[in-house]
C-alpha cells in the first residue's frame, strides 16, 4: 500500500514537472519568434543595426534574411500557442522549428553576433525543455 501511495505522489511531481518545463517552453518559444518577428522585419526594412560582412560562406541578401526570421518566428509564435494548449503536434514541430532556428541564427552570426548567440541559447532551451518533459508518459 506505501508503495503505491510513493508511486501516486512521484507520478503527480513527475507531472507537474513536465508541466512546468512545457509552460517554460511555450513561453520561450513565443517570446522568441516574436522577437524572431521583429529583427525579421528590421532586415527586410534594411535598419542600420545589422553588420555587413565582406567575404561570408553563407551570404545571402539581408531582405532575404529579413523574410526567413519573419517567416521561422510566425511559425515559432503559432507552434507556442498550439504549446499552451498542450498539442502533441505542437511539441513536435516545436522542437524542428526550434531547431531550424537555431540553424538561422547560427548562419547569421555575422550580421547579428550577439542576438544571434543568445536566440541560439533560447532556442536550446527550448529544445531542451521539449525533449525532456514527457506528460504523455508514466513518470513513475
Not at 507520478?11 to 516574436?34: D, E, P, R, Y
Not at 539581408?62 to 505542437?90: E, Q
Amino acid at each position: 500500500m506505501a508503495t503505491t501511495q510513493h508511486h501516486s505522489t512521484h507520478s503527480k511531481a513527475a507531472l507537474t514537472a513536465a508541466g512546468g518545463l512545457t509552460i517554460f517552453a511555450s513561453v520561450m518559444l513565443f517570446v522568441a519568434g516574436v522577437l524572431d518577428i521583429l529583427r525579421g522585419v528590421m532586415a527586410i526594412a534594411q535598419d542600420d543595426v545589422f553588420v555587413t560582412t565582406q567575404n561570408y560562406v553563407f551570404k545571402f541578401d539581408l531582405t532575404s534574411w529579413g523574410w526567413i526570421h519573419l517567416a521561422l518566428g510566425a511559425l515559432a509564435v503559432v507552434v507556442s500557442l498550439g504549446l499552451f494548449a498542450a498539442a502533441t503536434w505542437a511539441r513536435v514541430i516545436g522542437v524542428g522549428i526550434a531547431a531550424l532556428l537555431i540553424i538561422a541564427n547560427f548562419l547569421d552570426i555575422p550580421y547579428y553576433p550577439v542576438w544571434s548567440l543568445t536566440l541560439i541559447a533560447l532556442y536550446g532551451f527550448v529544445i531542451w525543455a521539449l525533449c525532456v518533459a514527457r506528460p504523455d508518459k508514466d513518470m513513475g
